[in-house]
């Protein structure tokens, strides 16, 4: 079954910097679009990050040039990397792909990303 684990959240001052993790298992995920969303209390989720089996990149405004999302295929592990946090950026963070083999979204738990002021 495909499983998809995050790590690395917790609590940040403000203009600090924290890198999550995706783990992915189960299948193949080389060639897959792989997303990072985030959910803070009392909102939508929003996506944060997107990344191709190729490299290419995409962002949310909010984000831009602050985030930076990345992928090690032999590893099935997508990155990341978030800097210059800002109380606004605290949010539940989960990662998703969608897997052909299943013909479905997997999503993983979630990983609490806090920045406090």
């Known amino acids: 079954q495909v499983q998809l684990v995050e790590s690395g959240g917790g609590l940040v001052q403000a203009g600090g910097s924290l890198r999550l993790s995706c783990a992915a298992s189960g299948s193949t995920f080389s060639f897959n679009v792989m997303r990072w969303y985030r959910q803070a209390p009392g909102k939508q989720r929003e996506m944060v990050a997107a990344?191709?089996?190729?490299?290419?990149?995409n962002y949310a405004d909010s984000v831009k040039g602050r985030f930076s999302i990345s992928r090690d295929n032999d590893k099935n592990t997508v990155y990341l990397q978030m800097n210059n946090l800002k109380p606004e950026d605290t949010a539940v963070y989960s990662c998703?792909?969608?897997?052909?083999?299943?013909?479905?979204?997997?999503w993983g738990q979630g990983t609490q990303v806090t920045v406090s002021s």
């Open positions: 998703n792909t969608f897997v052909v083999e299943f013909s479905r979204l997997f």
């Open positions: 990344i191709t089996g190729g490299g290419h990149t």
